[in-house]
């Protein structure tokens, strides 16, 4: 064999092997997702990378690499935080990460030590939402009734997790009653829409509550609807609508939102989405 055909078949062999054992982007995202969902965080952030890195004009992966990036410098500072203004930020933000992810261990360990610490209608509000998740409907019950008074003007979205709770638990007459006891705000978007979305469903208003579902989709972030639409799937509240056409229409909705793209990282500096987002050029300026 001569030294430039043995050269050829060389790179040949380097770059088939390459191939094979090049993993294709999509693959190590969803190998990211497996692993934070087994609660590996580290081993999904490592794949994240990766998938970033082996398809770079994919803002999702760049973004999901930061985002947990952030998630992990959060849960390393929350011990360490003395600040209480602070730490209650970093611990919503971690609460909002869980539920989204469906990390119950996680969620309703941080959230117990919330509302210890806490105590008020923001961290009942909390534990009983991971509590529901868990399927602990009692439990979310009795932790909101306490505070059921105390919410302001936010007791009609305390009130309506209370009154979802108490259906679950088949306590059909009290949950209406407590529902009908309520004030809404005229304008409902996003999560709020969702929440009483849920609440109508569970009452068995189903127009009602397919309304407000595509109100709350049209007014969620494109980068967020995704997880919400997930969820709403998934809810037992809407047990009763899934199987129809007007819920699956629902679920095409797309949102009316715009947004930056921004990953949500420490700083416009690393941002991998700083050549094309309008709040970096703007820091820059």
């Not at 990036?69 to 990460?97: C, N, P, Y």
């Not at 008074?149 to 679950?168: E, F, T």
């Not at 569970?202 to 595509?214: D, F, Q, R, T, Y």
């Amino acid at each position: 064999m001569s030294r430039n055909v043995f050269v050829w078949t060389f790179v040949a062999f380097v770059g088939l092997t390459s191939a094979v054992w090049a993993a294709p982007a999509d693959q190590l995202y969803e190998q990211g997702n497996q692993a934070l969902s087994q609660g590996d965080f580290q081993q999904a952030l490592d794949a994240f990378g990766k998938a970033a890195r082996a398809d770079r004009e994919n803002p999702a992966y760049s973004n999901r690499y930061a985002q947990l990036r952030q998630i992990l410098m959060l849960r390393d500072r929350l011990g360490k935080e003395t600040d209480s203004r602070k730490w209650q930020r970093m611990a919503m933000v971690l609460h909002s990460f869980y539920l989204n992810n469906r990390l119950f261990g996680d969620g309703i360990a941080l959230d117990q030590k919330v509302h210890e610490r806490m105590n008020n209608t923001y961290s009942c509000a909390m534990l009983a939402q991971t509590q529901m998740a868990m399927g602990e409907n009692e439990a979310a019950a009795a932790t909101l009734a306490p505070f059921a008074d105390k919410a302001g003007d936010q007791k009609w979205a305390l009130g309506s997790l209370q009154a979802i709770a108490l259906a679950r638990c088949g306590k059909s007459d009290d949950s209406l009653q407590l529902a009908n006891s309520l004030l809404f705000p005229q304008k409902l978007a996003g999560r709020a829409a969702v929440l009483v979305a849920r609440l109508k469903a569970v009452l068995g208003e189903p127009e009602a509550s397919l309304s407000l579902l595509k109100t709350g989709f049209e007014t969620t972030m494109p980068s967020q609807l995704e997880t919400l639409k997930k969820d709403v799937a998934n809810s037992p509240d809407f047990a009763a609508l899934r199987q129809t056409d007007a819920f699956a229409q629902v679920l095409a909705t797309k949102s009316k939102m715009t947004e930056s793209g921004c990953s949500g990282g420490s700083s416009c500096a690393n941002c991998p989405n700083r050549g094309s987002c309008s709040k970096s050029k703007k820091t820059a300026q």
